[in-house]
């Protein structure tokens, strides 16, 4: 199976503050959409609790938390990374959408990211992505974006592959 971590950071590695994302950025909703559509995605359940209207549609959501009886409409409730990660029925890629603690727990069974990087330095974020090694990892594919009306900061959409041990 091949496993994906999907996220936006910022210039610092940032990915969030105080449970929420750093910015409003509509052309990286698109992009996560489109490229999680129809697929398996694995959050933490502060992430999922964090959707302003519960499980995202057209894609199997799967939501880790310690809490036994916890329950949500649309999700799949699992207690374990490993229990998430077998849980996972959609074709393809497995999504890993977040948020720190879930990507911190699954960063060694990943092996492309889905990187957006918003040009900006957030204050005050509080939640990071682990650190990304580039000697460890290969750019596949880049594309820049100006700021304009509707996304007030410049970003990159990138594709890292996890470079293999023996190459
Ligand atoms: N920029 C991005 O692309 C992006 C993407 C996603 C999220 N985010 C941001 O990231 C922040 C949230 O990150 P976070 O680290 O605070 O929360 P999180 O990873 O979304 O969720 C943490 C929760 O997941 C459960 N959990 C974690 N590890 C577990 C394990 N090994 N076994 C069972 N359950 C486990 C626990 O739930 P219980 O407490 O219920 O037990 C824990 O409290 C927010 O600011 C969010 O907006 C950013």
Known sequence: MNYSAIVAIDRNGAIGKQGQLLCHLPADMKHFKE????????????????????ALPGRQNIVITRNRDYAAEGVTVVHSVDEALAAATMEGEVFIIGGEEIYRATFPLVNTIHLTVIDHK???????????????????SEESHPADD?????YTFMTLHRKRANR
């Open 35 to 54: 490229t999680t559509m129809g697929h398996s995605i694995v959050m933490g359940r502060k992430t999922f609790e964090s959707f302003p209207k519960g």
């Open 122 to 140: 957030f204050k005050d974020a509080d939640a990071h992505f682990p650190r990304i090694d580039m000697r460890s990892w290969k750019i596949i």
């Open 150 to 154: 509707r996304n007030p900061y410049p």
